[in-house]
């Protein structure tokens, strides 16, 4: 077990007893690592500057930077990723090469380091042969529904199997989703696996943890992830080898350690929320640990969140998850065989269009499963589609598709926030507006605040919940994961929630979303860098 001495173990203590003291130590560091890139830029800007007024050196550099225009130009027209992306970095690197390149470097290819590639792709290996181990090698469920060609994409794409033994329940927000997952904490006997992009010292937390360490108490095995630099403005540093430090059944990764310079690997976050409760239940959602989901902290107005809670065969994909994180960068790796529950024939859903199929999204395939899932239900939607998104940052082809479906007439609705979190990310938001409302999608913005939920239904038949929003980050950059599911009353559920969100937002028109001119010509210069954003 890792150790703290007793003035740093007091020193966290403090800083989260205290919430004054505690807010200043954490934006300190927010700052020292703002500092750290700002001094890094500026080293780059002074460095190019004396070399390009140095008569005897500009001609050459010069050559040199047209030169490495030109090849990077050229592997960018040669990938495959969206046109606007290639158009969006190439129109970077013309402008301002110096800086363009090193960001291209940096952000555009959208994937992990080798090293981080190749911890991930073995333990997913190992974690796959371990529940081949167990389970035997079965041939895939595969729905008798519009949602078959889904399950065959993500069970070929994403290896991960749909399920019909099981139950899920959809919850509208935090506070009722909060008290559900207390509960089922309590009932832990074996281990809990906890894994969000943000945890934040308040109620939410405090209570978790009070749980938590009553029941390793009880013999029960903690496992924690939590992303750095999700929580570098909420949790001190050190604070997993704090947590590790107060019972010798928790167990805490940090993934992703920030660094203050430059790094490829700082692109990939994890932005996934999952929790499993004894390989018998499992929680995912839009929500992470802190107030705001709960309604205990106010932050942009009301905080609209959703989430679910999944039960039987199906968890297994969530402790899959959660393993092949955890063990590809802790050293003490723990075979995923400890925390398979044995299946039981519990008398479980068998109804042909019954399914349940958790998945997760990464950067290490090359493609983005989420966004291949959510334009395979709007191309195929009849009557309707609703949307949840905090972000609408559309590439072409997720545009494109929604102005098809809305020309041939599906109601297409999509929610974002009225009270915005990121003003720029508001702005680029509203900038995807014009086209859409030309197109016939109907835009509604969440008056109450800020809606946070990723969440997609479909001709009373089929839904997505889950962690992926709609901008190129959350698609192309982090780890995230949702839940597919149709033929069950979650899905009425997420289309009543919806049509209970609709009467509380404005709908947006092109009168009410007009631009000037001025406002035009930033959001257009806006979007060039959409995909730093």
């Given at each position: 077990m890792r150790r703290l001495n007793a003035r740093q173990k007091r020193w966290i203590e403090r800083t989260v007893a205290n919430d004054r003291s505690y807010k200043v130590i954490l934006y300190n560091r927010f700052f020292i690592f703002l500092l750290a890139v700002l001094a890094q830029l500026v080293i780059l800007g002074i460095t190019a500057y004396s070399l390009v007024y140095n008569s005897a050196l500009a001609l050459i550099l010069q050559a040199v930077l047209f030169a490495v225009e030109i090849v990077v130009v050229l592997?960018?027209?040669?990938?495959?990723?969206?046109?606007?992306?290639?158009?969006?970095?190439?129109?970077?690197?013309?402008?301002?090469?110096?800086?363009?390149?090193?960001?291209?470097?940096?952000?555009?290819?959208?994937?992990?380091?080798?090293?981080?590639?190749?911890?991930?792709?073995?333990?997913?290996?190992?974690?796959?042969?371990?529940?081949?181990?167990?389970?035997?090698?079965?041939?895939?469920?595969?729905?008798?529904t519009r949602g078959e060609a889904v399950s065959k994409f993500l069970d070929t794409c994403a290896k991960y199997p749909a399920f019909q033994r099981g139950d899920i329940?959809?919850?509208?927000?935090?506070?009722?989703?909060?008290?559900?997952?207390?509960?089922?904490?309590?009932?832990?006997?074996?281990?809990?696996?906890?894994?969000?992009?943000?945890?934040?010292?308040?109620?939410?937390?405090?209570?978790?943890?009070?749980?938590?360490?009553?029941?390793?108490?009880?013999?029960?095995?903690?496992?924690?992830?939590?992303?750095?630099?999700?929580?570098?403005?909420?949790?001190?540093?050190?604070?997993?080898?704090?947590?590790?430090?107060?019972?010798?059944?928790?167990?805490?990764?940090t993934f992703n350690e920030v660094v203050p310079f430059f790094a490829v690997r700082m692109n990939n976050r994890d932005h996934r929320k999952i929790l499993v409760i004894d390989g018998k239940v499992a929680f995912t959602g839009?929500?992470?640990?802190?107030?705001?989901?709960?309604?205990?902290?106010?932050?942009?107005?009301?905080?609209?969140?959703?989430?679910?809670?999944?039960?039987?065969?199906?968890?297994?994909?969530f402790t899959q998850m959660f393993f092949y994180l955890w063990n590809a960068f802790r050293k003490d790796k723990e075979p995923i065989e400890r925390y398979l529950p044995k299946i039981e024939n519990d008398g479980g859903r068998y109804a042909t269009n019954f399914c349940i199929h958790p998945y997760d999204d990464s950067p290490l395939d090359g493609?983005?499963?989420?966004?291949?899932?959510?334009?395979?239900?709007?191309?195929?939607?009849?009557?309707?589609?609703?949307i949840f998104t905090p972000y609408l940052i559309l590439d072409d082809f997720m545009r494109a598709s929604l102005c098809r479906a809305a020309l041939r007439g599906v109601d297409v609705r999509i929610v974002t926030p009225a009270i915005p979190d990121k003003k720029t990310i508001f702005r680029l938001t509203r900038a995807n507006y014009g086209v859409l409302l030309r197109a016939g999608v109907k835009i509604y913005e969440y008056t109450p605040g800020f809606i946070h939920a990723k969440s997609m239904v479909?001709?009373?038949?089929?839904?997505?919940?889950?962690?992926?929003?709609?901008?190129?980050?959350?698609?192309?950059?982090?780890?995230?994961?949702?839940?597919?599911?149709?033929?069950?009353?979650?899905?009425?559920?997420?289309?009543?929630?919806?049509?209970?969100?609709?009467?509380?937002?404005?709908?947006?028109?092109?009168?009410?979303?007009?631009?000037?001119?001025?406002?035009?010509?930033?959001?257009?210069?806006?979007?060039?860098?959409?995909?730093?954003?």
């Amino acid at each position: 077990m890792r150790r703290l001495n007793a003035r740093q173990k007091r020193w966290i203590e403090r800083t989260v007893a205290n919430d004054r003291s505690y807010k200043v130590i954490l934006y300190n560091r927010f700052f020292i690592f703002l500092l750290a890139v700002l001094a890094q830029l500026v080293i780059l800007g002074i460095t190019a500057y004396s070399l390009v007024y140095n008569s005897a050196l500009a001609l050459i550099l010069q050559a040199v930077l047209f030169a490495v225009e030109i090849v990077v130009v050229l592997y960018i027209l040669n990938k495959h990723d969206r046109p606007s992306t290639r158009l969006n970095w190439i129109i970077l690197i013309l402008i301002v090469p110096v800086f363009g390149v090193p960001m291209y470097i940096l952000n555009g290819r959208g994937v992990p380091t080798r090293k981080m590639q190749q911890k991930i792709h073995r333990a997913q290996e190992e974690n796959c042969a371990g529940i081949e181990r167990v389970y035997g090698k079965a041939e895939p469920f595969i729905p008798q529904t519009r949602g078959e060609a889904v399950s065959k994409f993500l069970d070929t794409c994403a290896k991960y199997p749909a399920f019909q033994r099981g139950d899920i329940t959809y919850y509208e927000s935090g506070e009722r989703i909060f008290p559900v997952i207390l509960e089922e904490l309590k009932k832990a006997n074996q281990y809990i696996l906890l894994e969000y992009f943000i945890i934040a010292h308040g109620k939410m937390w405090n209570e978790i943890l009070q749980i938590l360490l009553e029941k390793a108490e009880a013999g029960v095995q903690i496992r924690i992830i939590y992303d750095d630099f999700g929580c570098m403005m909420t949790l001190p540093p050190k604070y997993d080898i704090y947590l590790e430090t107060l019972h010798e059944n928790i167990k805490c990764l940090t993934f992703n350690e920030v660094v203050p310079f430059f790094a490829v690997r700082m692109n990939n976050r994890d932005h996934r929320k999952i929790l499993v409760i004894d390989g018998k239940v499992a929680f995912t959602g839009g929500f992470n640990l802190a107030d705001e989901y709960i309604g205990e902290k106010r932050r942009f107005g009301y905080w609209k969140d959703t989430g679910l809670k999944i039960t039987g065969d199906a968890v297994r994909s969530f402790t899959q998850m959660f393993f092949y994180l955890w063990n590809a960068f802790r050293k003490d790796k723990e075979p995923i065989e400890r925390y398979l529950p044995k299946i039981e024939n519990d008398g479980g859903r068998y109804a042909t269009n019954f399914c349940i199929h958790p998945y997760d999204d990464s950067p290490l395939d090359g493609m983005s499963i989420g966004e291949a899932v959510y334009t395979d239900i709007i191309d195929r939607a009849k009557t309707y589609v609703y949307i949840f998104t905090p972000y609408l940052i559309l590439d072409d082809f997720m545009r494109a598709s929604l102005c098809r479906a809305a020309l041939r007439g599906v109601d297409v609705r999509i929610v974002t926030p009225a009270i915005p979190d990121k003003k720029t990310i508001f702005r680029l938001t509203r900038a995807n507006y014009g086209v859409l409302l030309r197109a016939g999608v109907k835009i509604y913005e969440y008056t109450p605040g800020f809606i946070h939920a990723k969440s997609m239904v479909s001709d009373d038949e089929c839904a997505v919940v889950g962690t992926i929003n709609l901008d190129y980050r959350s698609l192309y950059h982090h780890f995230e994961n949702a839940v597919y599911f149709s033929g069950c009353k979650a899905v009425e559920d997420v289309k009543k929630d919806a049509e209970q969100v609709f009467a509380a937002s404005k709908l947006c028109t092109c009168e009410n979303t007009k631009r000037g001119f001025f406002g035009k010509i930033i959001d257009s210069a806006l979007r060039v860098f959409e995909t730093l954003l």
